[in-house]
C-alpha cells in the first residue's frame, strides 16, 4: 500500500471511528484504538480539525454536532450490511423478535433495524423513538464498555426515570451489574422498560476493538422465561459473527 492510499484509509479509519463513538476523543485514545503513533493521531486530528470535521473542546476531538448521529460513515452502512440478514435469521430460529441498535451522542438508545417475531403474541418497537440507557438490555451493554467520564454523566440519578414499577433508579445498583455484563458478554432486562416485555443483548465490536453497535432478542416476559438460555446463546453467538465481520481484534 503507498503512502498516499494509506493516509486516505487512515483518514476514513479516523472518521469512522468518531462516527461510533459517543464522546470526546483525545489524542492517547485515539492513538490506542487505532494503533497508530501519537503524533500521527495528533497530525491526522489536526488536519480534521482544520478543515471542520471534527471540532475540539476541553475534552478532546468529536464530530461537529451536525454531522453526530446522521454521517453516513461506511462502518454503519457495513453494520447495517451485515446485520438485516442475520436480524432475520434470529427472528426465524427464536422465534423472537430481533433488533440492532446504536448509542446516540446523548446517551440513548437507538434502533436501526428489526426482524419481528412470526408468532401472533410478540414483542415489537418502533425504529423511531430513542430507548432509555439505564433500562434496556442494549443500554447496559453500552454502559459496561463505556469509559468513567461517560458513566458519571449517563448514570446521574437525575437522568434515571422509572419506566415502569421494576426500573432500577440507582446509579451504585447498575453500576454492580456491569463487570458481570462485561465477563458474561451480555445484558438482560425484565419488565424494566416496557411491562411485560424482556430481552438479552451482546455487544458488536468494530475493527477498534470498540463497541460500536448491540445484537438484542426480545420477547413477552413469560415465553423469555422458559426460552432465555437460548436466547442468550444466539444473540452472543451472531453479535460475535458480525463482530468478527467488522473485523474485531478480540473475535477470531
Known sequence: MNDSVKSATRVLDL?????????PLGVSEVAKKMSIPKSSAQALLLTLAGRGYLVRDESGYLLPAEMRGGWVGGMRNRLLSLATPVLGEMAHESRESAFVGVLTGGGDVQYLAKAVSPQEVRYDASLEHLRPIHCTSMGLVFLAHAPERNLSRWLQASRL??????????PETIRTWLPGIREHGYAEIRD???????????PIFGPSNNVIAALNLGAPTWRYENARQTLIKIVKREAANISRALGAANES
Not at 164 to 170: A, G
Open 192 to 202: 424494566g422498560n416496557v411491562e411485560g416485555a424482556s430481552g438479552v443483548s451482546a
Open 161 to 170: 426515570a422509572a419506566i415502569t414499577s421494576t426500573t432500577e433508579v440507582d
Open 15 to 23: 472518521l469512522e471511528l468518531f462516527s461510533v463513538e459517543t464522546g
